[in-house]
């Protein structure tokens, strides 16, 4: 994973990526990121990214010149660059984006806009797509863009300790992740349940399942229609319903 944030703030990205996970494969070079300052490619004295927008209206646009100036100065070859802006108007992401994004072989750019817009001609005529982290307005593109680096990172071979991590991790499946404990085996009078005392690894492979499609059909029921069931997946969800009776 090679990705170029290009951003008007990009001590918030040092701080994330100093920090755990993403911070020792950075150090391994498993991944390789690099934050940009939109401020260092404005032509004029004053480093300016923002203007008034035309036909007037609240707030300031970001202006299409640093950007352009970043991105070709970063990567001037088209075919081996792939710019994604963040932006409300884009396609959601979701655990199979960035599954996708784990595989891309080109360049990842990821444009993060601030105040009211970028301007269009950034979309039009620099942008190759455009993400959505969720149906809700946040003041930047930058939490967006660590959210899509954290993501994808995790699925890149080596950074997660153990790779079953990322298999089952909620999502992963299709389906949510099943609940997890620890030691003790007894808190506040609640009992870890026995099967995963057992040592009975087919019987825990079996709970661990059936714990999954019950937490999704009771949170996230249409996920079940995305995906692939098996005989035996039916047969624990007819067992769930039964239970509810």
Do not use: H
């Given at each position: 994973m090679k990705c170029d944030v290009i951003t008007i703030f990009p001590e918030i990205f040092h701080a994330y990526l100093g920090e755990g996970i993403l911070k020792r494969a950075l150090e391994k070079k498993l991944i390789e990121i690099r934050i940009h300052n939109l401020r260092d490619f404005s032509k004029d004295k004053h480093k300016t990214v923002d203007d008034y927008p035309y036909g007037g209206g609240a707030?300031?646009?970001?202006?299409?010149?640093?950007?352009?100036?970043?991105?070709?100065?970063?990567?001037?070859?088209?075919?081996?660059?792939?710019?994604?802006?963040?932006?409300?108007?884009?396609?959601?992401?979701?655990?199979?984006?960035a599954a996708e994004l784990s595989r891309e072989k080109r360049k990842l750019i990821?444009?993060?806009?601030?105040?009211?817009?970028?301007?269009?001609?950034?979309?039009?005529?620099?942008?190759?797509?455009?993400?959505?982290?969720?149906?809700?307005i946040l003041t930047g593109g930058e939490l967006p863009a660590l959210v899509i680096i954290d993501a994808v990172a995790r699925l890149i071979p080596g950074v997660l300790g153990d790779e079953r991590s990322a298999e089952e991790d909620s999502f992963s499946s299709g389906i949510l992740d099943y609940p997890h404990y620890t030691r003790p085996p007894v808190f506040m009078g609640i009992e870890v349940p026995e099967v995963l005392l057992s040592g009975n690894h087919k019987e825990i492979w079996q709970w661990r399942r059936k714990e999954a499609l019950r937490r999704t059909l009771e949170r996230r029921p249409e996920l079940l229609e995305k995906i692939r069931l098996s005989d035996e997946d039916y047969t624990l969800i007819r067992e769930i319903k039964g239970e509810r009776q």
């Open positions: 707030g300031m646009v970001m202006k299409p010149e640093p950007f352009f100036s970043a991105v070709e100065t970063l990567y001037p070859e088209r075919a081996k660059r792939r710019v994604i802006m963040l932006s409300p108007a884009g396609n959601k992401f979701d655990q199979d984006m990821l444009l993060c806009g601030r105040y009211e817009a970028i301007d269009e001609r950034v979309r039009t005529a620099l942008v190759n797509d455009e993400i959505s982290v969720g149906d809700y």
